[in-house]
């Protein structure tokens, strides 16, 4: 059995540029193998690679997952969530049954109880204070299916524009950079681009503990022949910043001045395609112009790094051929978000690096299921990327929909997270329903968050498989039937579907999201404009067949993707369509790209003001399948540290936990290995306030504070790091709120993409008891850094 716990990525299996990467399957079975019934195909839900398995099945229980050999993604591998994760859905404590909050308590009810509840107060809402009363909140942790039902529920059915996914505070920039440049959702490039590239710029993504598998094909490029280059952009020095040739550790919140420097060089020493740039961008002449303020110089001051390790950057850029380029929080939770990831794309345009073997940006995705909240219209856009400002194109979904026009809110941008917790908060909203998500530990600033969900004037309810701090908070708690307890499709970062089969029944009473929504708009008679249900389906993928054929002809393509033709496959890429039926493995081949005005999901925004661009201009100035580079000036944090609060808090992820921990702390092997929360300091800002390691330290912001051990290895002064992963639900006291990172955050966003700034908070610390008394973690994620070798030529470009 593979032990991905001190040895996280594995054996090394090399391989040279433009070969295939060789095969190693990753199997945990908690019985022999010849007692396993059934393989039951799927993917794992731990994350945006989407790493092909087959769950193992005996006796009606999940018994273990065993890597897909012929699976394109993973090639058979398998990381710690991955291998040991599926053990969370056979914990005792899942949620069983429904339970209704009666006289302040929540008590077990049966389905029709709960969903009675449900329906009559949405009813009542409904009446008395129309549809903008109601919101929906969900996840980037369903299956496409689900959030295609809630999409045509909210927006076909109650025509509320309050339909928002977690992936807001996720890979929202994701979304924005790629529509801002490319003029349409879709990572362009393929994970194969890996095999081929000479260079990796990693910007903002520590990828070795929050992708390992991905990180693993990439180790196995950086230890083949033809090693690529490799440049890391992090202010700490994380597993991913260890194994590169250059690692700028900026000031947190200083992306942009750094970006602009690298593209300065670049224009400056001639490393640009200006046939490429001629013929197929447009707006070159404007970013030429505004980076020509940020000489390395300059950048270094703001960034906090030397000007020559710019530079050499910048060269590794320029000298690369085949360039591939990741940008995930880092970037996309720090200050300037969309700007900043729009630089990187820049990077690849100015370059002529894109559509082709080994050149490609990947703006990357973080939840398994992220990118379907953003094709099938549940995170804040509409399905198939259809434009919201472009009437054929609402026009294209009401008849898809059969509902009238009018129904679909495009009056303006659907409502995005921050905004429906706001009007929660303000009492505008009245029906809130929260679909696998934790927003009672995710969202930023908790004190305001609790207050939010559990005011009076708020129904909630929460569908959720554990009980959490969210659902404590609700009126109407649902139980739901989690991964291999149900059936449906999702797409990982590089565009590859896979479709995960259901191998056991959920327990007790609880049921798929899917069954859920359908009964609710069956109960709420939600019907099409000829009276007939809204959602006419029952199976999943029945939901499927409906979604791809509204994808026909748009940039996200899937009209040929059936589940026939998932079923068993080792991933497809879309496009899929009659003509590609194998999928599509680059987008932009051609460097034609999905701008034109009639064509693309968005006019776009002003990068710094978040100003949207109307249809009127936009057309004016089509650029008709050209790229469009925008520029952008950096600009200091709203927050800056200062004397009160001196320090930078960013805050993050381990290798051995997800998020909220609702599955990670309920997976021995996982707990084990990060069983406490700690905080990250550099040892100057803890020497001088005389903090040693593990001793108990609190850490303070404007909005809250909270109590860790400390562990000395940061890698910059300044700069303070704590985990988000710990929350209340397994303290012995859930009511005393000191663990939680979120307790010190702000109520920030980036004003394109309205993700939240979670990277940048300035705080204080102070010492609060010695090692002994405060105690220090058991384990950190030392075993991952420890175990990560060292393939880079020891140079003087690291800090
Ligand atoms: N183990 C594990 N893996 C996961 C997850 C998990 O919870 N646990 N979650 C998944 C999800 S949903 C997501 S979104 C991804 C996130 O994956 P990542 O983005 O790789 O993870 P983070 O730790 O949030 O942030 C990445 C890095 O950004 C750095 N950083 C902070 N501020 C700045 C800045 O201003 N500039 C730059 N350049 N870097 C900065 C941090 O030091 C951190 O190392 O991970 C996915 N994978
Ligand atoms: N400070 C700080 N905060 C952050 C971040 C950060 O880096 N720093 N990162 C942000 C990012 S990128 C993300 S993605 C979010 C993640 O934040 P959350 O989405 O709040 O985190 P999870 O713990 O994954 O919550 C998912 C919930 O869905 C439940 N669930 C699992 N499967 C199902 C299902 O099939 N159906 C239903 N109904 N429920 C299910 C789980 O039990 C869990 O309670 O956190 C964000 N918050
Ligand atoms: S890399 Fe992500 S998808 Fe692959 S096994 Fe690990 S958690 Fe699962
Ligand atoms: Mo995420």
Redesign the pocket.
């Known amino acids: 059995m593979a032990d991905r716990i001190s040895d996280v990525w594995g054996k090394r299996t090399p391989f040279p540029a433009g070969g295939t990467w060789p095969l190693r399957v990753d199997e945990c079975l908690a019985i022999p193998q010849d007692h396993v019934e059934r393989w039951v195909p799927s993917a794992c ?1 731990l994350c945006s690679n989407g790493c092909g398995l087959d769950i193992a099945v005996a006796d009606g229980r999940i018994v273990g997952v065993r890597g897909r050999a012929e699976d394109r993604v993973n090639h058979g591998r398998l990381g710690p969530k991955g291998l040991f994760g599926w053990q969370a859905g056979q914990s005792r404590d899942r949620l069983r049954h429904p339970q209704l909050r009666v006289d302040g308590t929540l008590r077990r009810v049966d389905w029709d109880t709960a969903m009675t509840a449900v329906t009559d107060r949405s009813r009542a809402v409904l009446a008395e204070h129309g549809p903008l009363a109601m919101a929906f909140y969900t ?5 496409a299916e ?1 959030y295609y039902a809630q999409a045509r529920i909210a927006r076909g059915g109650i025509g509320t524009p309050h339909l928002d996914g ?2 807001r ?3 929202a920039t994701a979304e924005w950079a790629l529509i801002e440049s490319f003029g349409s959702d879709g990572d362009p490039g393929s994970y194969t681009d890996i095999d081929h590239c000479d260079t990796l710029f990693l910007v903002g993504h520590n990828v070795a503990e929050t992708q390992t598998v991905l990180w693993a094909r990439m180790l196995d490029r950086l230890h083949g022949p033809d090693r690529p280059r490799l440049i890391v952009v992090d202010p700490r020095l994380t597993a991913t910043a260890r194994a590169a040739d250059v690692h700028l550790p900026i000031r947190p919140g200083t992306n942009v001045a750094l970006l602009n420097a690298l593209l300065q060089e670049l224009i400056t020493n001639d490393r640009i395609d200006r046939a490429f740039l001629d013929a197929h961008t447009t707006g070159f002449e404007d970013l030429a112009r505004t980076v020509a303020d940020y000489p390395a110089e300059h950048a270094a001051e703001i960034c906090g790094v030397p000007a020559r390790l710019i530079r050499r950057a910048a060269q590794l850029l320029g000298e690369s051929h085949r360039l591939v380029s990741t940008v995930l ?1 880092g970037v ?2 720090s200050h300037q978000a969309t700007a900043a990831a729009v630089q990187v794309n820049n990077l690849h345009l100015v370059r002529g690096m894109i559509g082709r073997p080994g050149a490609t940006v990947f703006q990357m995705n ?2 398994p299921t ?1 990118e379907n909240t953003r094709e099938t219209g549940a995170n804040g856009s509409l399905p198939a990327y259809l434009n919201w400002q472009n009437d054929i194109h609402v026009r294209r979904l009401a008849e898809h929909w059969n509902v009238d026009e009018q129904r679909i809110p495009h009056w303006s941008p659907p409502t995005h997270a921050l905004e429906i917790f706001r009007q929660c908060a303000e009492g505008t909203i009245k029906f809130l329903w929260i ?5 009672a ?4 600033e908790l004190r305001r968050i609790r207050a939010t969900l559990g005011s009076e004037q708020l129904f909630l309810v929460v ?4 009980p ?1 701090e ?1 659902t404590a908070l609700a009126d109407v708690v ?1 139980p ?4 291999g307890e ?1 059936t449906g499709c999702f797409t990982n970062a590089d565009r590859t579907v896979h479709l995960s089969h259901k191998a056991v029944e959920p327990p007790g009473d609880a049921r ?2 899917f069954a859920v929504l359908l009964d609710y708009a069956h109960r709420m008679h939600l019907t099409d404009r000829d009276g007939k249900p809204l959602l006419p389906w029952h199976q999943p993928e029945d939901a499927w067949n409906d979604f791809i054929e509204l994808t026909r002809g748009r940039p996200c393509d899937q009209s040929g993707l059936t589940y026939e033709r998932l079923r068993g496959s080792g991933g497809i890429q879309w496009p899929c369509t009659a003509t590609a039926p194998d999928g599509t493995e680059r987008l932009y081949t051609d460097h034609v790209f999905p701008t034109a005005a009639g064509h693309c999901e968005d006019y776009g925004h002003d990068l710094t003001t978040g100003a949207q661009r109307e249809a009127g201009e936009y057309q004016e100035n089509d650029p008709a399948g050209r790229a469009v580079i925008k520029a952008a000036h950096y600009l200091p944090p709203h927050e800056p540290a200062d004397e009160t609060y001196p320090l930078y808090l960013t ?3 381990g290798v051995y936990h ?6 990670t702390a309920r997976v021995p092997e996982l707990n084990d290995a990060a069983p406490e929360m700690w905080v990250e300091l550099h040892p100057d800002d803890a020497h001088t306030r005389d903090i040693a390691e593990g001793d108990l330290v609190r850490v303070s912001s404007r909005r809250g504070e909270i109590e860790a051990p400390a562990v000395l290895c940061g890698s910059r002064p300044g700069v303070v790091f ?1 985990p ?1 992963h710990y929350g209340y639900f397994d303290q012995t006291d859930p009511d005393r709120h000191n663990r939680a ?2 307790e010190l ?1 702000r109520t920030e966003w980036d004003p394109v993409s309205k993700q ?1 700034v ?2 940048v908070t300035p705080v204080r610390l102070t010492k609060l008891a010695d090692a002994e008394a405060g105690g220090r973690p058991v384990v950190v994620s030392e075993p991952a850094l420890a175990a990560t070798d060292d393939p880079a030529d020891p140079s003087e470009e690291r800090q």
Not at 435 to 439: A, D, K, M, Q, S
Not at 441 to 444: I, N
Not at 480 to 483: F, G, L, R, S, V
Not at 658 to 663: F, G, I, Q, S, Y
């Open positions: 839900v996840s980037g942790q369903l299956f689900e977690n992936t505070l996720c890979t929080q996309y939770q973080g939840q992220a679909t696998g998500t934790n927003p530990v995710s969202l930023p569908s959720d498989a554990f959490t969210t649902l739901a039937a989690m991964w149900k798929s999201d805050t993050g992820r997800w998020h909220t921990r609702t599955k704590a988000f990172a979120n955050t939240p979670y990277k």
